[in-house]
């Protein structure tokens, strides 16, 4: 196979692991085949699928490539023939994924990888009596997988380091964060910290000390919300102050030694826990549908990780990376010297509505249509040169007035394309006209008219040479252009 462009990936169970993983790649461009034994198998990844649609294109500020193909296969042989990628979600039982993994190597490629969705077992105890040891290893994702950026991936001595680094490269294009787990585990890194405070909590519950409702509110109004930016060790390091770790550890170290919890010991799971505990959990959250709990799960995700990338953080900074990736080799991430032909209005956004930018209409709402024009002059203004860099040493193009025509309705996950012609520029004055659709469908347009000028005396000044000389390139090119439909229109004035 040799690198990351065999994009197709077979999926072996289609439940909810399987499911997430299938969306993850097929949103991302990859051909997916399913196989899974259940008749119903592609009703219920059906709803998974529609999750995903819904949420992940509202993730990054670039579209991602167009769906690849999904099909669904009765015969696995048939399923994972050719396919780059192999990733194994069967229920956890040993002997299943030994068949399995023993059917799939029969007919898969050599060189493909194959991963596992296993949370428990740990690599070296799936490769026992394969046939090639060195080719599977376990990518532990987490739920729901098209959108939560953390994969394990837990190689065994056996594993063939050169599929280890292609299949890092491969998940970190698919927007994902792999995390290499160092030594085989059981339970691999994150699901022991989800175990020990499972274990906590299933204590609380029993002994009367709290509710299933009060113990997600600790986590989800307290340290949940540190810990999804922060991580446990730097949360810490802060509460140390200028001090640091050093300090935390000397403050609150001794707090180890006293009996808080009962981590080494956990309640037997009798009828009357389960029920206790189930019902607790009913009266918590039983006033929703489980297809309610789910949209909101994936709109405050969204809502968190925007949040995060705004400030290049955490699982921010993973989605940073991904749509860097899918704006390279596009004019999307292109400069002005790059591009051949500038003689058409530039395409300069290209992106789906995200669900926070719709209001109580479902619509975008104003200010987002100002947001996708104002990224479109800005992606102009880096197009010919007046990047951050170029900005740092003292000069900027400033909006002096800007006209919007609102034309026509735009809801959540809708992919727009901005494109751009320049109506002038010359010296300090830039003219910029947009036009929004949605394929042949004109949503919207807006006219910008900006001045350069000097960050250090805030007046207008003339650009470097360089940005002058590709803004006029462009000029010259669109000069000959008709004059767009609304172009030079006030607030009022009658066709």
């Known amino acids: 196979m040799g690198d990351v462009a065999v994009r197709t990936a077979a999926i072996i169970g289609g439940g909810v692991i399987g ?21 119903e198998a592609e009703a219920k990844l059906a709803p998974v699928l529609a999750q995903a649609r819904r949420a992940l294109p509202s993730l990054t500020d670039v579209a991602l490539p167009d769906e690849g193909a999904l099909s669904f296969h009765s015969d696995l042989a048939e399923a994972v023939a050719d396919a780059g990628w192999i990733q194994e979600s069967v229920p956890e039982r040993l002997d299943i994924k030994h068949r399995t993994l023993a ?75 792999p995390l290499h787990v160092r030594k085989e585990i059981d339970a691999h890194i994150a699901d022991r910290f989800l175990e020990a405070v499972w274990r906590e909590a299933l204590w609380l519950v029993k002994d009367g000390v709290a509710t299933t409702e009060e113990i997600d509110e600790a986590i989800r109004m307290g340290f949940g919300i540190r810990w999804a930016q922060m991580g446990l060790f730097d949360t810490y390091r802060t509460a140390g102050g200028e001090a640091g770790m050093r300090h935390f550890m000397a403050q609150f170290g001794p707090a180890l030694q006293w009996p808080w919890t009962k ?84 395409l300069t956004v290209r992106r789906a509505v995200p669900l926070d930018w719709t209001d109580y209409n479902g619509h975008m709402n104003e200010a987002r249509y100002l947001q996708a024009f104002g990224d479109a002059t800005d992606r102009f203004m880096a197009l010919i040169g007046c990047d951050a860099g170029y900005i740092a040493t003292g000069g900027s193009y400033f909006t002096a007035e800007t006209h919007i025509r609102h034309l026509d309705e735009v809801h959540a996950g809708t992919v727009i394309e901005v494109r751009t012609q320049v109506l002038a520029g010359a010296g300090k004055k830039l003219h910029l006209f947009h036009e929004m659709r949605d394929g042949a469908r004109v949503l919207a347009t807006g006219e910008h008219f900006l001045l350069h000028v000097s960050l250090e005396t805030r007046r207008p000044s003339e650009p470097a040479p360089e940005i002058l000389a590709a803004l006029e390139r462009i000029a010259a090119a669109h000069a000959g252009l008709p004059v767009p439909e609304g172009a030079g229109r006030a607030v009022g004035q009658r066709p």
């Open 19 to 39: 499911g997430g993983w299938a969306a993850r790649f097929l949103l991302n461009g990859w051909d997916v085949r399913v196989f899974d034994p259940d008749p």
């Open 103 to 177: 059917a799939v190597q029969a007919a898969c490629p050599k060189d493909a990888i194959i991963g596992s969705s296993t949370s428990g077992f740990k690599p070296s105890e799936l490769q026992e009596g394969a046939a090639r040891p060195g080719q599977i290893m376990v990518f532990h994702p987490f739920n729901p997988v098209y959108l939560m950026p953390l994969v394990e991936v837990v190689p065994s001595p056996a594993t063939d380091p050169a599929i280890i680094a292609r299949a890092k490269a491969t998940l970190s294009a698919l927007g994902m964060f």
């Open 263 to 346: 981590l080494m010991d956990v309640p037997a799971f009798t009828d009357e826990l389960v029920e206790l505990i189930a019902g607790q959990s009913d009266a918590q959250s039983g006033h929703m549908s489980i297809a309610q709990m789910l949209t909101a799960r994936d709109d405050n995700l969204v809502g968190m990780m925007r949040s995060l990338k705004a400030n290049d953080w955490g699982a921010g900074a993973v989605l940073n990376t991904h749509e860097a990736g899918l704006r390279a080799g596009t004019v999307l991430g292109a400069r002005a010297e790059d591009l051949e032909d500038v003689s058409a209005p530039i």
